[in-house]
């Protein structure tokens, strides 16, 4: 189950990756800062939404361990008329959205008008996008991540593609970036409702609009849906605050600082995306053990998928340790950049052994929709961050990638306390 789904989600990346790539190429740093700001910003908003993809998993998967037909196909339903409200109000308040979010960054002025030109074609891809997120979170949950593969793939190769034509092709810049991903989201969740429809007539054995009405508007279920969905929403939101500040503080230091944190980050996004391949088969299987009530094979998902995670990690640290100079090369030709981003390049190859113990226990309390100790366990995350990187101000952006390492560990420490609660209370 883990393999299709790092397949899928190590092409995840590509669309940042992608995007520096082709930019990075065109001999200015300003370009550069540009897609990394706005690529922070759309990973805050659309993580800040990850409950979509992670609170359906976890609800679909148990409901599949007690065989209830009707709530798998209600519980799309739910997510997805959420996914498509929410991503219209981003687009439909794009203005004092962007207003509210530049205002907290202090890039240079070319900077800043670069990025806000490819937040204001992005942001039509949102509701699309946070739809797609329902989808991939069902198919998940089904343990079909096969389908969840060809989904990734073809969004984020699609992205791959039309930057390149928009950008080489046609002579865009930040703008064809931005326009190729949106066109990607929109054939991608049109694709994806296909699929659903599908699915759920050969799974379930009833179309994917028939149902019960009430059990759709079940205040009891709703409410679990709004708790589960509140609880990682706010934690969510404080992951991406972190995102956010670890940004904000790289461009108070200078464009370059910005840039080359921005070149680094796509070694953390490469790798959290293929390690949570782990962490979303510990969702499916952890929450099937739950709606199943058997504690042993709960055990047995939650070990089993943490070795294969932390052995990953460890190939992940040895590949950017060797190959990491290399990669930054073919992200960028401005010197400055490379330069910077190589002297910080050792926080990115501790990164994966920092952090694989936060994925998978995030992993384990979605499935088991123990969300209010993710949300707790992060507020508490998040307050040492900050502490430490207040305490590291001296040692610079160094000290910034320690804060937010450490960040990384106390997540993984915090949730790992509350791990034995979470056994026992299976049964």
């Known amino acids: 189950m883990a393999g299709p789904i790092i397949v899928s989600n190590s092409t995840v990346p590509l669309i940042g990756i992608a995007d520096t790539a082709v930019i990075g190429h065109l001999g200015e740093a300003a370009f550069i800062a540009a897609i990394a700001l706005g690529a922070i910003i759309f990973s805050s908003l659309y993580w800040i939404f990850g409950f979509l993809r992670m609170g359906t998993t976890g609800l679909v998967a148990q409901a599949l361990g007690a065989r ?49 030109e490819y937040f204001s074609i992005r942001i039509w891809g949102a509701p699309a996008m946070l739809v797609n997120f329902a989808i991939l979170g069902w198919f998940i949950g ?136 782990f962490a979303f088969a510990s969702e499916a299987l952890v929450g099937e053990s739950k709606g199943a009530r058997n504690r042993a094979r709960f055990r047995q998902a939650a070990i089993l998928s943490s070795i294969w995670a932390v052995a990953s990690a460890v190939a992940f640290a040895l590949v950017f340790w060797l190959l990491g100079a290399w990669f930054i090369g073919l992200l960028t030709s401005v010197t400055d950049v490379r330069e910077t981003a190589t002297t910080y390049l050792v926080w990115a190859v501790i990164s994966p052994l920092a952090a694989v113990a936060s994925y998978q226990l995030d992993g384990i309390f979605v499935g088991a929709t123990r969300t209010a100790d993710m949300r707790n366990m992060m507020v508490l995350s998040f307050a040492i961050y900050i502490a430490a990187w207040w305490a590291f101000q001296p040692w610079g952006n160094h000290g910034l990638w320690a804060a937010f390492t450490l960040f990384s560990v106390a997540r993984g420490i915090t949730l790992g306390l509350r791990y034995p609660s979470l056994e026992r209370s299976i049964a």
């Open 68 to 116: 209830d037909n009707a709530e798998i196909r209600s519980a799309i339903h739910r997510a997805m008329l959420v996914g498509i409200t929410a991503g219209t109000v981003l687009a439909v308040c794009q203005v004092p959205l962007s207003a509210a979010i530049f205002l907290g960054f202090e890039a240079g002025l070319q900077v800043e008008a670069l990025a806000a």
């Open 142 to 277: 089904l343990q079909r991540a096969d389908i969840a593969l060809y989904l990734q793939l073809y969004l984020n190769l699609a992205n791959v593609a039309l930057d390149v034509l928009f950008v080489v092709g046609v002579g865009m810049n930040v703008d064809g970036v931005a326009l190729g991903t949106v066109i990607a989201e929109w054939t991608t969740v049109i694709a994806g409702v296909g699929l659903v429809v599908w699915h759920a007539r050969r799974s379930t054995g009833a179309a994917f609009a028939s149902g019960d009405r009430a059990r759709l508007w079940n205040m009891d279920a709703l409410r679990r849906m709004l708790s589960v969905n509140g609880d990682i929403f706010i934690r969510s939101a404080f992951l991406m605050a972190a995102f956010i500040w670890l940004t904000m503080q790289g461009a108070a230091q200078s464009d370059v600082v910005l840039a080359a944190n921005g070149v680094l980050l796509h070694f953390l996004y490469l790798a959290a995306h293929a390690l949570d391949g």
